[in-house]
């Protein structure tokens, strides 16, 4: 997710750590304003169907010193359970240059972690320029989301990079740190509905998500079940919305996925209805930047927390990937709108049209991607892209929608599989699983009996 900006932040960070935890925690800092509700469509307690903890950040500097960048943090040992964490401001527009870090107590052994780096630059994803999702007036600012496990205490500091240019300040006359800064708590919920409660335990606007892949799995199943090539090869031409190629159907067997329902997603917090592309001509290959941290039964609520940290503390109308892959290799529908049709995600800020984003759950910039996520992928790109024609060991042409590589309006030629960095300077999908994209492709088209 990191965009490649220059910067001080690894001098920040050692700078920042390198601060006696009596300066960090001040009483001053302890003394953080009370949480401020945000919307919870919850019936029952937290945890039930998760909840958001939004805590404005006070400064934690008195005053600015020459040469030293201002630092905002807040500690609380008073908080609701959470397992995720994510820091949001007013402006999208605003870049947030600097370090982030936390520490957070676990609820369960009441420990201290040590101090984590969260990524500040997450303005790569998201949907594109000019667009209804864009201009909404409820986009915020926002790093990536950290996953931290049940917790019940959070310790947060923000530190403004050095900057040694012009001004009065040295800050080159810009402001330092974003304003509106705010710390996102966030609890993904059960795994299971409280005693008691409807079967599917969630509140729901209506039953038009589970009908969108009705024609691939029995109304309101928890799992698409994975098909042989055979039994494939006959569904693509009974498929309603896709346009099917002519020709052999080179198309891969379809993997198992796990519906929205299947890993419990609130309804009533997305926009209703869905938005659709003309087609599926290439697939976007991300990591969520969210941590490793986590076990495979873990994933549907760490896809809990990263869905509602997309729409509720970042104000996009649905969790942004079309897809997402947990390091088991477990395939998990996304946005909402249909497995098999082309929906539009906010996944490849310029690209978001004629494209499907799948995204890796975890970091993988330094560590390598589990062998079967990689095949997931794999898998999942024979069916996709088989659906709507395209080879993935192919190269097909999109027009940008506006980013900071590609202007908005040029016609720029990718390959099928295409790692997030292809369409956006940025680290997204970590060095790791990028240098695994050549062989994603290859098994790719292999599955599709290219």
Same mark, same amino acid.
């Not at 908080?79 to 995720?84: K, Q």
């Not at 529908?333 to 539009?344: D, L, P, Q, S």
């Not at 906010?346 to 970091?363: Q, R």
């Given at each position: 997710?990191?965009?490649?900006?220059?910067?001080?932040?690894?001098?920040?960070?050692?700078?920042?750590?390198?601060?006696? +935890?009596?300066?960090?925690?001040?009483?001053?800092?302890?003394?953080?304003?009370?949480?401020?509700?945000?919307?919870? +469509?919850?019936?029952?307690?937290?945890?039930?169907?998760?909840?958001?903890?939004?805590?404005?950040?006070?400064?934690?500097?008195?005053?600015?010193?020459?040469?030293?960048?201002?630092?905002?943090?807040?500690?609380?040992?008073?908080?609701?359970?959470?397992?995720?964490?994510?820091?949001?401001?007013?402006?999208?527009?605003?870049?947030?240059?600097? @370090?982030?870090?936390?520490?957070?107590?676990?609820?369960?052994?009441?420990?201290?972690?040590?101090?984590?780096?969260?990524?500040?630059?997450?303005?790569?994803?998201?949907?594109?320029?000019?667009?209804?999702? =864009?201009?909404?007036?409820?986009?915020?600012?926002?790093?990536?989301?950290?996953?931290?496990?049940? @917790?019940?205490?959070? &310790?947060?500091?923000?530190?403004?990079?050095?900057?040694?240019?012009?001004?009065?300040?040295?800050?080159?006359?810009?402001?330092?740190?974003?304003?509106?800064?705010?710390?996102?708590?966030?609890? +993904?919920?059960?795994?299971?509905?409280?005693?008691?409660?409807?079967?599917?335990?969630? +509140?729901?606007? %209506? %039953?038009?998500?589970?009908?969108?892949?009705?024609?691939?799995?029995?109304?309101?199943?928890?799992?698409?079940?994975?098909?042989?090539?055979? &039994?494939?090869?006959?569904?693509?031409?009974?498929?309603?919305?896709?346009?099917?190629?002519?020709?052999?159907?080179?198309?891969?067997?379809?993997?198992? !996925?796990?519906?929205?329902?299947?890993?419990?997603?609130?309804?009533?917090?997305?926009?209703? $209805?869905?938005?659709?592309?003309?087609?599926?001509?290439?697939?976007?290959?991300?990591?969520?930047?969210?941590?490793?941290?986590?076990?495979?039964?873990?994933?549907?609520?760490?896809?809990?927390? !990263?869905?509602?940290?997309?729409?509720?503390?970042?104000?996009?109308? %649905? !969790?942004?990937?079309?897809?997402?892959?947990?390091?088991?290799?477990?395939?998990?529908?996304?946005?909402?709108?249909?497995?098999?049709?082309?929906?539009?995600?906010?996944?490849?800020?310029?690209?978001?049209?004629?494209?499907?984003?799948?995204?890796?759950?975890?970091?993988?910039?330094?560590?390598?991607?589990?062998?079967?996520?990689?095949?997931?992928?794999?898998?999942?790109?024979?069916?996709?892209?088989?659906?709507?024609? =395209?080879?993935?060991?192919?190269?097909?042409?999109?027009?940008?929608?506006? $980013?900071?590589?590609?202007?908005?309006?040029?016609?720029?030629?990718?390959?099928?599989?295409?790692?997030?960095? %292809?369409?956006?300077?940025?680290?997204?999908?970590? =060095?790791?699983?990028?240098?695994?994209?050549?062989?994603?492709?290859? @098994? @790719?088209?292999?599955?599709? $009996?290219?």
């Amino acid at each position: 997710m990191r965009g490649y900006l220059t910067s001080s932040i690894g001098i920040t960070c050692a700078a920042a750590l390198a601060l006696a +935890p009596a300066v960090l925690n001040t009483p001053a800092a302890a003394a953080a304003p009370a949480a401020v509700p945000v919307r919870d +469509p919850s019936t029952g307690t937290t945890g039930t169907a998760g909840s958001t903890q939004s805590l404005p950040l006070a400064p934690r500097t008195r005053e600015r010193v020459l040469g030293q960048a201002p630092e905002q943090g807040v500690y609380r040992q008073d908080v609701r359970h959470f397992s995720l964490v994510g820091v949001v401001w007013d402006n999208p527009g605003t870049q947030l240059h600097g @370090s982030v870090q936390v520490r957070t107590r676990s609820a369960g052994t009441g420990t201290w972690s040590g101090w984590q780096d969260v990524d500040t630059h997450n303005a790569d994803h998201g949907a594109d320029p000019d667009t209804a999702e =864009a201009e909404s007036g409820r986009v915020h600012g926002a790093t990536a989301p950290l996953w931290v496990g049940d @917790s019940d205490g959070v &310790d947060l500091r923000v530190r403004a990079e050095a900057d040694e240019g012009p001004g009065p300040l040295g800050n080159g006359g810009r402001d330092l740190l974003p304003a509106g800064l705010r710390l996102e708590l966030v609890d +993904p919920g059960a795994d299971s509905p409280p005693q008691g409660a409807p079967a599917d335990g969630l +509140p729901t606007e %209506d %039953d038009t998500t589970a009908a969108t892949n009705a024609d691939l799995a029995p109304f309101g199943a928890t799992e698409i079940p994975a098909l042989d090539r055979e &039994d494939t090869e006959r569904e693509l031409l009974e498929l309603d919305g896709v346009d099917v190629p002519r020709g052999k159907p080179y198309i891969g067997p379809r993997p198992g !996925i796990v519906t929205r329902r299947g890993w419990r997603a609130d309804e009533s917090l997305r926009e209703k $209805g869905f938005v659709y592309t003309g087609k599926v001509k290439a697939a976007f290959v991300h990591h969520t930047d969210s941590g490793n941290g986590y076990k495979c039964s873990q994933a549907p609520s760490v896809i809990r927390s !990263i869905y509602r940290y997309h729409v509720v503390s970042m104000g996009w109308r %649905d !969790i942004g990937y079309n897809f997402l892959v947990d390091k088991c290799g477990t395939i998990y529908e996304g946005r909402a709108g249909g497995v098999a049709k082309a929906v539009k995600g906010a996944h490849t800020l310029g690209f978001n049209s004629n494209s499907t984003g799948i995204a890796v759950i975890g970091t993988f910039g330094s560590h390598k991607p589990p062998a079967a996520a990689v095949t997931a992928i794999a898998r999942l790109t024979a069916w996709k892209l088989g659906l709507y024609g =395209a080879n993935p060991k192919g190269k097909t042409y999109l027009r940008s929608g506006g $980013g900071n590589l590609y202007p908005k309006g040029k016609n720029v030629r990718l390959n099928v599989i295409s790692g997030h960095r %292809d369409g956006y300077a940025t680290d997204c999908p970590g =060095a790791k699983l990028y240098a695994r994209l050549g062989a994603a492709r290859t @098994s @790719s088209a292999h599955l599709q $009996g290219r």
